[in-house]
């Protein structure tokens, strides 16, 4: 057990610059993308941006919501801004970086205010709006690995003071790491089938 323990370890090490890396990149084309087209609507509220595939699957629909400007600018801007950072940080890992504890720490609570904000929007986008934007769905599914593989990491280093009972659940996590976050997407992707099986049963 111990032994399986600590290959875990060490695949979760080394894997994560390159999933950083890869989460940074993906995330960041997709913001970048919608930030573009947000513009040119917000020129031109006429455009048709590529991402209007249906009526439900749309990013127009999504850009001329409340919703999408949370903060009082787009939405895709913190996108822009924090894959951006998050690449960053990945290729400094690549060069040999080493982080002290507070930094991982500070890291994971950033990535966790993402995934709160990120299923926040997943509720509006299929509970309220009704609509499904692609590069946000894009965003979505990066999102959700970054901060539960850093999260991991964290237990691995031990960063995080857990009590007895929250390591058990802990060393737990870290056996199940890659079954969790499959679960976790396959969760959130169910529940779209579901709301818009009405829409999917036309397709077949």
Known sequence: MQQNKQEVEH??????????????????????????????????????????ISPLISCGSVMATDQAEVLGFPNPLIGVVGFTMLGTIAFAMFAGARFKRWFWLTLNTGLLTGVLFVHWLIFQSVFVLESLCPYCMVSWAVIIPGFWYVTIYNLVE????????WRRLGNFAIRHHFDIVVVWLLAILVTILIKFWYYWSTLL
């Open 158 to 165: 031990n960063n995080l003071n857990l009590t007895k009972s």
């Open 11 to 52: 695949v979760v090490s080394r894997m994560l610059p390159r999933l950083l890396m890869f989460v940074a990149v993906v995330g960041f084309l997709a913001s970048f993308i919608l930030t573009i087209d947000t513009i040119k609507h917000l020129k031109n509220p006429a455009y048709d941006p590529v991402c209007n």
